[in-house]
């Protein structure tokens, strides 16, 4: 079944330490999209990518960085978490183009940094 | 630039009364607007899409949305609530090929 997966959805950890979040998809789209969301708030675009080896950072600024090796991944990685990093991060995938097709998001990973 | 503005932080209803969320968006040409529904440690799920096709949308789980150019407005309606509508729901416009603008979301709340 084609769908978009991500892992851990709950992590907890401590300051300083390197973090990856995963980020895999089955459909086929060549266009994935990272998302930060503070409870109770809007989401906030933070990377992007229109292929394999595209990456453009997104509208709000974010000291993650993302990679994109593969068509269905698209992993992002905090080299040294911090309280301020305590999110949500949310991954979705979109195909065609114009806009028209809408974006498919995962269950999102909650990150606790302590 | 275009962008959202989701007019109720919070919408409380009883069940089997109408829902009503209210959305303006601001865009320079025709746009795509979309309303998205997040459950409870959830990914979001499209409820519908508005892409320059029939004024009113239909969507799932009995939501509809009309677009309104003259007022500038797509606001998601539901004629009878249900308890497993109670959720976050964001209005959402395309700003370019590729990227969503969110709005800032509405609780909606279902009373017994």
């Known amino acids: 079944e084609a769908d978009i997966y991500q892992t851990p959805r709950y992590l907890v950890i401590g300051t300083g330490k390197k973090i990856t979040l995963e980020c895999s998809q089955t459909m086929g789209h060549d266009k994935m999209y990272w998302y930060q969301q503070d409870p109770g708030m809007e989401l906030h675009l933070i990377h992007y990518s229109y292929g394999v080896n595209s990456t453009e950072k997104g509208d709000l600024s974010s000291e993650s960085t993302v990679s994109r090796i593969r068509t269905e991944h698209f992993p992002l990685t905090l080299e040294s978490a911090r309280p301020s990093h305590t999110s949500q991060y949310l991954c979705a995938s979109s195909a065609g183009t114009g806009g028209r097709y809408e974006q498919f998001f995962g269950p999102g990973t909650r990150l606790t940094v302590l | 630039a275009q962008s959202v503005t989701q007019l109720d932080s919070h919408v409380s209803v009883s069940e089997g009364t109408p829902v009503l969320l209210r959305c303006n968006y601001s865009s320079s040409y025709s746009p795509s607007l979309f309303w998205y529904v997040q459950h409870p440690n959830k990914g979001l799920q499209l409820l519908l899409k508005?892409?320059?096709?029939?004024?009113l949308v239909k969507g799932i789980n009995g939501f509809e949305a009309e677009f309104k150019k003259s007022e500038t407005s797509f606001h998601l309606t539901k004629p009878s609530a249900h308890m497993s509508d109670a959720a976050e729901y964001f209005c959402?416009?395309?700003?370019?090929?590729?990227?969503?603008?969110f709005g800032a979301g509405t609780t909606v709340t279902v009373r017994a």
């Open positions: 508005y892409t320059s096709a029939a004024t």
């Open positions: 959402v416009v395309r700003t370019t090929d590729y990227k969503l603008s």
